[in-house]
């Protein structure tokens, strides 16, 4: 099989644990543009963030982002949109307000949280993982419901941080009863993600594909976390991370290194090196 797409995720993946690109992985990028290979990144980040990072790899792609709510090369060059509308927007944050979580509402050019102190590390580490905050600002407020009454807003993806499994179950227990139009993506630590209704990282995947012309068997996937699994899952070719959670490695058909161990560059110079060019096989192809 040769593919002709390669999805890499950002956090935990292509990024060390310090947040640093490495010289390696760049290289594989490179390595893999010159076959003829369209490279995307999918990510629960922002798509300026996202797009910051792009630019670090050389690459001028459509990238998934926010989960899959937003697929662009800019924001003034979306192909797919799907916002959570201002009306529940302003009702979720009601429900969640009645939790002791930890609120983050993503717009596409900022972000607005609540104060309350739940997991303080862990925000914190969310924060600075969102990007450069000149370019992607954070606001904190005392209440999100009072600011919405005020400024209501529409956003691609809520953020929300609870001290505990227990609390988060219970909270989404009332959101999926009171908002069938929703999806929520569960992570590790306490923390989950609400969009809109049939958004992920796959479906992402896959509007991209269609936009483009190529399948899902047609594509590689390397990613490490939970909501990277039903995209490794359904790839021509999934890859997990070394760094991923047993359930993620179960579902991958490779298994790389870690992102400290340049698992991204490893997995990619071992594996294409063997494709040949798509232009060359488009080629062979026609004089048969």
């Known amino acids: 099989m040769?593919?002709?797409?390669?999805?890499?995720?950002?956090d935990g993946t292509i990024l060390k644990d310090n947040g640093r690109l490495?010289?390696?992985?760049?290289?594989?990028?490179?390595?893999?543009?010159?076959?003829?290979?369209?490279v995307t990144l999918m990510t629960s980040r922002n798509l300026l963030a996202a797009r910051k990072i792009a630019k670090a790899l050389k690459l001028n792609s459509e990238l998934i982002t926010f989960q899959g709510a937003i697929i662009g090369k800019s924001l003034n060059a979306k192909i797919f949109e799907a916002l959570i509308p201002e009306e529940r927007t302003f009702n979720i944050v009601q429900v969640l307000e009645?939790?002791?979580?930890?609120?983050?509402?993503?717009h596409e050019r900022y972000s607005i949280g609540n104060r309350?102190?739940?997991?303080?590390?862990?925000?914190?580490k969310t924060v600075l993982s969102s990007g450069d905050p000149f370019f992607?600002?954070?606001?904190?407020?005392?209440?999100?419901?009072?600011?919405?009454?005020?400024?209501p807003l529409a956003v691609p993806k809520i953020d929300v941080y609870f001290a505990n499994e227990k609390e988060r179950n219970e909270a989404a227990?009332?959101?999926?009863?009171?908002?069938?139009?929703?999806?929520?993506?569960?992570?590790?630590?306490?923390?989950?993600?609400?969009?809109?209704?049939?958004?992920?990282?796959?479906a992402g995947l896959q509007r991209l594909g269609k936009h483009l012309g190529i399948s899902l068997k047609e594509m590689v996937v390397i990613?490490?976390?939970?909501?990277?699994?039903?995209a490794i899952e359904a790839a021509g070719l999934g890859v997990a991370m070394g760094n991923a959670p047993m359930e993620v490695k179960?579902?991958?058909?490779?298994?790389?290194?870690?992102?400290?161990?340049l698992g991204v560059a490893y997995m990619v110079k071992e594996h294409f090196r063997k494709q040949q060019r798509l232009e060359f096989l488009q080629k062979l192809k026609m004089k048969r």
């Open 2 to 10: 040769a593919y002709k797409l390669l999805a890499l995720n950002i």
């Open 22 to 38: 490495q010289r390696e992985t760049k290289e594989a990028v490179e390595y893999v543009k010159r076959k003829g290979v369209y």
């Open 98 to 106: 009645n939790f002791h979580c930890n609120i983050r509402l993503l």
């Open 116 to 124: 309350k102190k739940v997991q303080k590390n862990l925000v914190a």
């Open 136 to 151: 992607y600002p954070t606001q904190f407020v005392d209440s999100l419901g009072d600011i919405l009454i005020d400024e």
């Open 173 to 202: 227990a009332v959101l999926e009863k009171a908002f069938p139009a929703i999806d929520m993506i569960m992570q590790q630590n306490g923390k989950m993600e609400i969009v809109a209704r049939g958004v992920s990282k796959l």
């Open 223 to 230: 990613g490490d976390g939970l909501d990277d699994m039903p």
């Open 250 to 261: 179960k579902v991958a058909d490779w298994v790389t290194r870690s992102n400290e161990q």
